[in-house]
C-alpha cells in the first residue's frame, strides 16, 4: 500500500542554522513527489515538487529536496533557517495516473529559536 | 488565475444542524479532494473525486459525511446532525497532474 512517513514529529533549530526534514514514501512505481509548508493560521502552499529528471528539485523560499530512489527519501533541505520558516510540513506522494489519489504524511512541525 | 474558493469561511452551528461546505476548484482541474484538519494536526482524507469516476469515499469518517461533485466543477461536503468532534477546519483542493492546490478552508464550530 502506498504511504508517507514523517520520521520528526517536531524539529527546532536555530536560526542561521540548517535544516533537513525526513520524508519517507512507499510507492510502486516512480511517484510524485511533494512538499508543502502550513504557516499558522494559514493555508497549505506548494514549496516544490518532483516528477521526473533531476532528483534535485528547488523550490520557493530557498528550499530544496532531493528524491533518492534506492532510499526510497525525498528529505528537504534548506542552508539557513530564517524565524519566519517556522510552520508546519508537509510531505505527499502522488501517482502519475489520474485514478491515485495523493496521500500526505502526518507533518513535521518546525520550531526556529532566535 | 483565481484559485480555490471555499465558502463559508468560518461556520458556526448548533450540535444536531445540518450544514454544507462549498468548494469552487480552479477551473479546468479534473480532481478535487476533501480534509479535515482537528487544531493542530494533520490533514485526514475525507474524499477524493476524480473525473467521472465513482468518488473515493474511504476517509469518510461516519455516514453522517456526504459529498458531491456536480457537473465536474463545484463540489458540496454535507455534515447531518453535527457533533462536537466535527469542528474542524474543513480544506478542499483540486489537483492538475497530481499537484494540490489548496483553498483557505472553512472553519466549522460546533457548540
Known amino acids: 500500500a502506498q504511504s508517507v512517513t514523517q520520521p520528526d514529529i517536531h524539529i527546532t533549530v536555530s536560526e542561521g542554522a540548517s535544516l533537513e526534514l525526513r520524508c519517507n514514501y512507499s510507492y510502486g512505481a516512480t511517484p510524485y513527489l511533494f512538499w508543502y509548508v502550513q504557516s499558522p493560521g494559514q493555508g497549505l502552499q506548494l514549496l516544490l515538487k518532483?516528477?521526473?529528471?533531476?532528483?534535485l528539485v528547488q523550490g520557493i523560499k530557498g528550499f530544496e529536496a532531493e528524491f533518492k530512489r534506492s532510499q526510497s527519501s525525498f528529505n528537504l533541505r534548506k542552508p539557513s533557517v530564517h524565524w519566519s520558516d517556522a510552520a508546519e510540513y508537509f510531505c505527499?506522494?502522488?501517482?502519475?495516473?489520474?485514478?491515485?489519489?495523493?496521500?500526505f504524511g502526518a507533518g513535521t512541525r518546525l520550531f526556529v529559536k532566535a | 488565475g483565481a484559485g480555490v474558493s471555499q465558502s463559508p469561511s468560518n461556520k458556526v452551528t448548533e450540535k444536531g444542524k445540518d450544514v454544507e461546505l462549498r468548494c469552487d476548484p480552479i477551473?479546468?482541474?479534473?480532481?478535487l479532494y476533501w480534509y479535515r484538519q482537528s487544531l493542530g494536526q494533520g490533514l485526514e482524507f475525507l474524499i477524493y473525486f476524480q473525473g467521472n469516476s465513482a468518488p473515493d469515499k474511504s476517509g469518510l469518517p461516519s455516514d453522517r459525511f456526504s459529498a458531491e461533485r456536480t457537473g465536474g466543477s463545484v463540489s458540496t461536503l454535507t455534515i447531518q446532525r453535527t457533533q462536537q468532534e466535527d469542528s474542524a477546519v474543513y480544506l478542499c483542493?483540486?489537483?492538475?497532474?497530481?499537484?494540490?492546490?489548496f483553498g483557505p478552508g472553512t472553519r466549522l464550530t460546533v457548540l
Open positions: 483542493a483540486s489537483s492538475f497532474e497530481s499537484t494540490q492546490y
Open positions: 477551473s479546468g482541474h479534473t480532481a
Open positions: 505527499a506522494v502522488g501517482g502519475n495516473t489520474g485514478g491515485f489519489k495523493t496521500i
Open positions: 518532483y516528477f521526473s529528471g533531476d532528483t
